[in-house]
T-cell receptor, first 111, second 115 residues
Framework: GIQVEQSPPDLILQEGANSTLRCNFS?????LQWFHQNPWGQLINLFYIPSGTKQNGRLSATTVATERYSLLYISSSQTTDSGVYFCAVETSFNYGQNFVFGPGTRLSVLP | KAGVTQTPRYLIKTRGQQVTLSCSPISGHRSVSWYQQTPGQGLQFLFE???????NKGNFPGRFSGRQFSNSRSEMNVSTLELGDSALYLC??????????????FGSGTQLSVL
């Protein structure tokens, strides 16, 4: 089945710093989403981005489908950005696996 | 519009027991999928339901089962609990089933501890 990797696994930042999180996937996808899991376990949908670039406030994401990677940019980070960021992919050729999640990037933003 | 609602929030069970978890999707969403999250295995797909039919099932033993009702609410059941079933169980809803170009929306999860 499709493989999803995320880097870095852990990231520690000072408040106000910028960061880039990466997601690599091993096959073509028809759906890619980024999620933020807060300290209470809730997964918040940040972006649906199978290709192209989107921006939402301090967050933006870019997916280069032909090269099989996606990037999540966080600018001017705040302590509330702390948590784990997951990318999840779905492929039409992966019947039975639904969405496949990467292992996540754990972000800690220090005040 | 209310989000995805999962109950209960926490559960403590002992080995051998069975457990039922509940998920109410966002109003109008007809697809419900379940995921298990553990520190060692990460987020793993359990199953997906649409129109009361199971469409996909992940690689889990038959002790894990689920169903969906006509109002799109879903339940999952784990029988003969094992210590390794301790996990956060997350439910997600979407407008249509996979493969899809729709967003997934998750509930807050049920934290199951098996003693």
């Amino acid at each position: 089945g499709i493989q999803v990797e995320q880097s870095p696994p852990d990231l520690i930042l000072q408040e106000g710093a910028n960061s880039t999180l990466r997601c690599n996937f091993s096959d073509s996808v028809n759906n890619l989403q980024w999620f933020h899991q807060n300290p209470w376990g809730q997964l918040i949908n940040l972006f649906y981005i199978p290709s192209g670039t989107k921006q939402n406030g301090r967050l933006s994401a870019t997916t280069v489908a032909t090269e099989r990677y996606s990037l999540l940019y966080i600018s001017s980070s705040q302590t509330t950005d702390s948590g784990v960021y997951f990318c999840a992919v779905e492929t039409s050729f992966n019947y039975g696996q639904n969405f496949v999640f990467g292992p996540g990037t754990r972000l800690s933003v220090l005040p | 519009k209310a989000g995805v609602t999962q109950t209960p929030r926490y559960l403590i069970k002992t080995r051998g027991q069975q457990v039922t978890l509940s998920c109410s999707p966002i109003s109008g969403h007809r697809s419900v999928s379940w995921y298990q999250q553990t520190p060692g295995q990460g987020l793993q797909f359990l199953f997906e339901y649409f129109s009361e039919t199971q469409r996909n099932k992940g690689n889990f033993p038959g002790r894990f089962s689920g169903r969906q009702f006509s109002n799109s609410r879903s339940e999952m059941n784990v029988s003969t609990l094992e210590l390794g079933d301790s996990a956060l169980y997350l439910c997600a809803s979407s407008l249509v089933p996979t493969p899809t170009n729709e967003k997934l929306f998750f509930g807050s999860g049920t934290q199951l501890s098996v003693l």
